[in-house]
């Protein structure tokens, strides 16, 4: 993970300075680990810099560090909507899981911003490493919404507590403990996972038992205690509590599929790991990401809410968000 300042520079937007554009993909890689959702966080940057503009020339001038002001304020705006996102999910439809995130080369279009042949910049997009993984944004949303914003800004983008604690307005021990807080829900909610080499086949082998409705191999694939959510956010129809064991998800998963004729599966790369895009018609109707491990899926996490799948719709390039 790049700091801020070393962020590659971008001149193709006219009224932003280099060192601005720059921070702003910084801003929108924490902002979507902070909020576990990428058009949350590109709403927060926007407020960012809606802050930043509104500032006079010489208040701006005065800032001695113009990257680290914004981390700060969109941080502090992350943290803000933590706390108010809490009391929304409440009232939420169902289970409510982090927003899906392709990889940046299987964008509806292709690669945002150039041709399929170019190199992806890793600063132009969400970099897709073990801390976008769904299953670690999962555990995120469990932690308190102070522990989760000492925790990814110390452990993932590394900055020292004591700039920690000037962000979030406590002392550098107390940020300190928060982090040390979160570190144990990862460490026990981490399991063992599978081989990198198995990961895809195994998705692969989970895909073509579903095309075939084999439920014998679709139970073989699941573990006996694996756990299947899904996410319509009251928008479109789902299961609305967790569906457990190996032969109850392979039932829901031939159901399904005998319900949606014409339903076309699709390896993709879902948060950085191997996982399932579902279209009907050519429209992206569900994304499913898996936690995998030994030979065997243990978690399935199914977003079908249309509010979510937006990336998956249409092009998206992160410098104009």
């Given at each position: 993970?790049?700091?801020?300042?070393?962020?590659?520079?971008?001149?193709?937007?006219?009224?932003?300075s280099?060192?601005?554009v720059s921070?702003?993909?910084?801003?929108?890689?924490?902002?979507?680990?902070?909020?576990?959702?990428?058009?949350?966080?590109?709403?927060?940057?926007?407020?960012?810099?809606?802050?930043?503009?509104?500032?006079?020339?010489?208040?701006?001038?005065?800032?001695?560090?113009?990257?680290?002001w914004?981390?700060?304020?969109?941080?502090?705006?992350?943290?803000?909507?933590?706390?108010?996102?809490?009391?929304?999910r409440?009232?939420?439809?169902?289970?409510?899981?982090p927003?899906?995130?392709?990889?940046?080369?299987e964008?509806?279009?292709?690669p945002?911003?150039?041709?399929s042949?170019?190199?992806?910049?890793?600063?132009?997009?969400?970099?897709?490493?073990?801390?976008?993984?769904?299953?670690?944004l999962?555990?995120?949303?469990?932690?308190?919404?102070?522990?989760?914003?000492?925790?990814?800004?110390?452990?993932?983008?590394?900055?020292?507590f004591?700039?920690?604690?000037?962000?979030?307005?406590?002392?550098?021990?107390?940020?300190?403990?928060?982090?040390?807080?979160?570190?144990?829900?990862?460490?026990?909610?981490?399991?063992?996972?599978?081989?990198?080499?198995?990961?895809?086949?195994?998705?692969?082998?989970?895909?073509?038992?579903?095309?075939?409705?084999?439920?014998?191999?679709l139970?073989?694939?699941?573990?006996?205690?694996?756990?299947?959510?899904?996410?319509?956010?009251?928008?479109?129809?789902?299961?609305?509590?967790?569906?457990?064991?190996?032969?109850?998800i392979?039932?829901?998963?031939?159901?399904?599929?005998?319900?949606?004729?014409?339903?076309?599966?699709?390896?993709?790369?879902?948060?950085?790991?191997?996982?399932?895009?579902?279209?009907?018609?050519?429209?992206?109707v569900?994304?499913?990401?898996?936690?995998?491990?030994?030979?065997?899926?243990?978690?399935?996490?199914?977003?079908?809410?249309?509010?979510?799948?937006?990336?998956?719709?249409?092009?998206?390039?992160?410098?104009?968000?």
């Amino acid at each position: 993970m790049s700091n801020p300042s070393e962020s590659g520079h971008d001149r193709s937007e006219p009224g932003l300075s280099d060192a601005l554009v720059s921070e702003r993909r910084h801003l929108i890689n924490l902002g979507y680990r902070l909020l576990g959702s990428l058009s949350e966080a590109e709403d927060a940057v926007q407020e960012t810099y809606t802050r930043w503009y509104a500032m006079s020339r010489e208040r701006q001038e005065a800032i001695e560090s113009p990257g680290a002001w914004l981390t700060t304020v969109a941080t502090r705006i992350c943290l803000d909507q933590l706390g108010s996102a809490r009391v929304r999910r409440e009232s939420y439809v169902g289970a409510w899981i982090p927003e899906p995130l392709p990889d940046r080369t299987e964008w509806h279009g292709g690669p945002a911003g150039g041709s399929s042949s170019e190199p992806a910049d890793p600063a132009d997009r969400v970099t897709l490493d073990e801390s976008v993984s769904m299953a670690f944004l999962v555990v995120l949303e469990a932690m308190t919404p102070a522990e989760r914003v000492a925790f990814i800004l110390h452990d993932v983008f590394r900055y020292p507590f004591a700039e920690v604690a000037e962000i979030v307005g406590r002392t550098p021990a107390a940020c300190r403990q928060l982090a040390s807080s979160a570190r144990r829900r990862i460490r026990a909610e981490r399991a063992p996972a599978a081989a990198t080499g198995e990961q895809a086949a195994l998705v692969r082998n989970f895909k073509e038992a579903w095309e075939a409705k084999d439920i014998v191999a679709l139970v073989d694939l699941l573990d006996p205690d694996a756990t299947m959510v899904a996410d319509g956010g009251g928008l479109v129809g789902t299961v609305l509590r967790p569906v457990e064991g190996s032969e109850r998800i392979a039932e829901y998963l031939i159901h399904i599929a005998a319900k949606a004729p014409g339903l076309t599966l699709l390896e993709r790369t879902v948060n950085g790991r191997p996982g399932l895009v579902a279209q009907h018609s050519g429209v992206t109707v569900t994304v499913a990401a898996f936690e995998l491990t030994g030979r065997r899926v243990t978690r399935i996490w199914a977003v079908r809410n249309p509010e979510k799948l937006r990336p998956w719709t249409r092009g998206l390039d992160l410098r104009d968000a």
